[in-house]
Structure formats: C-alpha cells, structure tokens
C-alpha cells in the first residue's frame, strides 16, 4: 500500500538566479502555499543536504510554472537498481524514477513497478516529440512504452580515456591507437616511464565498459560484432575467450589495477585514488565531457573504431510509478516534460545552483566552481533526462573538452528489437545472469586465468538454460525481423548516429 501523499511548503516569491532559492528565502516572510509533493528518484552520489537544496530550487520552478513541489532522492550507480528495486517493492513514495537496469527492463509493466504510457502520451505530444521516434521504440515491450528515453546519446565508440599530461611525457598521440593491441603497447610504456601508477583503472569493478557486441538486452545471446542476424553464446565465442586471455594477460603484466573486480567506485574516482593512467570508455561526446569534468583533469581520448548503435545504447529510461495516484501520474508526467524542454531546469538538475555547485561563464556555457562546496551536488550527463538542452560544461581557462570523433556507426540489424522472456523463462534469464555475474568482471579484469575458469562460466551456464534462452531470443528476433524488414547491420553517418 503506497504511504499517503505528502505535501510541501514552497517558496512562492519569483524564481530568481539559482544561488538566490537557498532556505533563507522562505525565511523572509515570503508568500508561502501548500502543494503536493512528487517525488523523484534519480542516479547521484550526493549527500541528502544537497539532495534537497535542490528539491527547494527546482521546486520554486515548478511551483509557479506547474503548481507542485518536488522531492529528489539520489542513489549511487553502484548499487542503484538494487535500491530502486527495493524502494518499490517496499512501497516507498516514488512518482518518477530513472530506470537503469536494462537487462530486465520488461518486468517494468508486468510486474506493476511502472505505468504503461501508451495512452498518456496523447496527453503529452511535446514530451513524445521531444524524443526521436526511434527512441520510444526502444521502450517498447510487448506494445507497451514502459519508461520515456533519455534524450541522450544512443550510440558510441568503444575506447579509453587517457590523462593527457602522461601522453605528452610520453611523446604518444591518442590518434595513433587504433586497436587493444595499440592500447596493450601503450600501457606497458606508461608503466615503464611511470612503474608507480596504475595503467587502467576499473569502473565499479568493470575494466571494460563495452564489447563490439549487440547485448539484445541481456547479454544471454548476442549479435556479435553489432552484426548479423544470428543469437549467439557470446561467453562460448572465440571473441570472448580471446578478450579474457589479453586481458589476464596484461593482469599478469600489472596493466591494470589487482582488485579490479573487487573496487566498488565510478572510474574518475579510481583515477584520483590509485594514481591512474587510463579507463575504459563508451565514447560520446557528452560521455567525454562528464568523464573530464567528473576526474578534474584533462584527458584524451582513444577510439577503437566506430560507433555501435543498438537497442542496448539507450541505457535509461523514465518512468511514472504505477501505484501512483492518477492525478501524481499526470503531475510526474508534467514534471519530466518540463526537465526535457526548460533549459533552466534542465542545467539545475544537472549541474546544480549557480554560484554554489558550479560557475557560469555565459548564457550557454559552465565551469566547475573552487572551492567546491561541502554538500556539493553530484551526479551525471548519462543519467539527465535530456543533456541535449543543457549548457556546455568547459575548463575554467575557456578551453573545450578535447573530443575525437569516430568515424561512421555501425547500426545493428536489431536497433528497435526488445527481447520480452515469457513468465516460464524468467526464471531461468535470472539464474543465467547470477551466473554471469559471478564470472564475467573477474574474467575481463584478467583476475581468473580464462584457461581454467571459461570451461566452468561455459557449464554453469548450459546446465542453467542459457541455450534455451538463445532459441527464444532468436525466435522472437526472427520475428521481430520478419516485420520490420531489417537484414542486416548498416554503416551510417546520419543525424541518428551523431553523439
């Protein structure tokens, strides 16, 4: 039984620069009304404080433009669909959540944690236009739009980010890498020049932030190389065993960082805390900049190849919680219109209050602030709802993030195709990815020797069902297919492919 409504007090003087909606301005005898509260629940590792510092701010926007206040709770990515998960089972007072745990993504509708949009979005034709209409089919399970996609980059280019200042001791260009075997080379040349650094840190335990793969939405069957129109076992592939060996290989060479599996922190903070040279990276140019400015220091960037594009690439989606009263639905559904269309909003809740979290430098451009606050407002470009409308965050001496454009992307033969598992495979796709969850980061950190771990990884998960899993999956996609008339993977250069 969800918890009864709460209800907020809010500001209602008219909503000035950011630093001016702190507390005391309600302290000054101002207007005060009453409002109903929609609660948001959203990724970030700030601290409660700042949390509802900004709830204040953006609430004296939505008090005088929509007529309610809003409530914000950050989690972690570490553990944020866990806790998410959690929360709604719980009943927590939850209107408007990010929803980042794709691989189970179509338990949304089914198992009553999300409203289906389908009909509210008539009501919302700013919002559906807002996003391209590739984007919502992405969404789409079983005819039902489970969440409304972030209007963030839907491709990149697998890569690494490298401190630019260690590239310049070493006389190497990040245009001269091409391939793992270039990265392989130019890690063992950092740690010769520099033996007390870490080469490559990892990003909450994974070294690796993407494979030339299409997950089709699990990993449990996947088109490899982004191509093609056959599910395979991408754990029983020579593509997977050779990246395991390559990487115990450069594990055994101290490449990268011992506990790679076991750290538990974004990869900008391993950076700092291990000395570290280089991380892995789903290259974009708005992950670029989220990357340098998260690390504080100027990075370059390496690209292997060219950009991969797949249902998979849009990592999160909004949605509306289904025990939500209908009225707070509507109100969620005005809310995340208002964070995809109004600048001003859309900069608060990423970059957080200006004067305080950062400083402006134009009407379209921001730097980090010094000294940074003690509740300061942390969280990132990925996790917005729309960072296409957000103003451009640049080093405070004026200089842009330096960003390497890949060239072309290679869009997979099943962009727009959602795998849906029947309730009698569930279980199964659950078992599996226990599975790949105890093996895979220690195997692609180089942690397990691939020669006597792969053989077991590869048993467990035959005896789980994985085949039986493939068979559905490629069913569904031929399918899938069959209807939409797609046959093969395509090289493009077409806005859709731009990030």
């Not at 989690?75 to 209107?95: K, P, V, W």
């Not at 509708?109 to 391209?132: I, Q």
């Not at 093996?439 to 994985?466: K, V």
Request: aromatic share 8%; with cysteine.
């Amino acid at each position: 039984m969800k918890r009864q409504r709460k209800t907020g007090l809010v500001c209602l003087a008219t909503v000035v620069p950011a630093a001016a909606m702190l507390c005391t301005a309600c302290a000054m005898n101002a207007q005060k009304q009453e409002l109903s509260t929609i609660r948001m629940y959203t990724v970030g590792s700030s601290s409660d404080a700042a949390c509802e510092r900004i709830g204040e701010a953006l609430s004296a926007l939505t008090a005088e433009r929509l007529g309610f206040a809003v409530e914000i709770t950050q989690t972690s990515t570490a553990g944020y669909d866990n806790t998410l998960s959690r929360a709604l089972l719980q009943g927590e007072d939850i209107d408007l959540f990010c929803y980042t745990d794709m691989e189970n993504i179509f338990s949304l509708v089914s198992d009553g944690k999300a409203a289906a949009l389908n009909d509210w979005l008539d009501e919302f034709p700013v919002l559906r236009d807002t996003v391209p209409d590739d984007y919502w089919a992405c969404m789409t399970y079983n005819g039902q739009i489970v969440g409304v996609p972030g209007n963030n980059p839907n491709s990149y280019a697998i890569g690494f980010e490298v401190r630019a200042d260690i590239m310049a001791a070493l006389g190497v260009s990040a245009a001269d890498i091409h391939t793992m075997e270039d990265m392989g080379e130019l890690l063992r040349l950092a740690k010769a020049e520099f033996p007390d650094i870490t080469p490559l840190v990892p990003h909450f335990g994974q070294p690796l932030q993407a494979l030339d793969i299409d997950p089709l939405n699990n990993g449990l069957g996947v088109l490899l190389g982004n191509t093609g129109t056959e599910v395979v076992d991408l754990y029983s592939t020579d593509y997977f065993a050779d990246l395991c060996e390559q990487m115990h290989t450069w594990y055994q060479e101290g490449l990268m960082l011992a506990d790679a599996p076991l750290t538990n922190i974004p990869n900008t903070r391993a950076l700092a805390l291990y000395d570290g040279f280089s991380l892995s990276q789903r290259v974009s140019r708005r992950n670029i900049i989220s990357v340098n400015r998260s690390s504080g220091v100027p990075l370059e960037t390496i690209v292997l190849g060219p950009r991969i594009q797949n249902t998979a690439t849009l990592n999160i989606c909004w949605c509306i919680n289904a025990q939500s009263s209908t009225q707070d639905q509507r109100r969620a559904l005005q809310l995340l219109e208002f964070l995809y269309t109004d600048h001003e909003a859309a900069d608060l809740l990423l970059y957080g209050m200006e004067g305080i979290d950062y400083r402006r430098l134009d009407a379209r451009t921001v730097t980090t602030i010094a000294p940074k606050p003690k509740e300061e407002w942390n969280t990132i470009h990925w996790g917005q709802p729309n960072s296409e409308i957000v103003s451009e965050w640049i080093w405070a001496d004026g200089r842009k993030v330096s960003y390497t454009e890949p060239h072309g992307t290679k869009i997979s033969p099943a962009y727009g195709f959602t795998y849906t598992p029947s309730a009698e495979l569930r279980p199964i796709v659950s078992n599996c990815l226990q599975i790949v969850g105890k093996y895979e980061n220690a195997l692609l950190s180089g942690y397990l020797d691939p020669e006597e771990t792969l053989p077991l990884f590869q048993a467990e998960l035959q005896e789980a069902g994985i085949s039986t899993i493939i068979a559905d999956k490629q069913a569904q996609l031929d399918a899938w297919l069959a209807q939409n008339g797609n046959s093969q993977a395509v090289m493009s250069e077409s806005p859709a492919g731009k990030s």
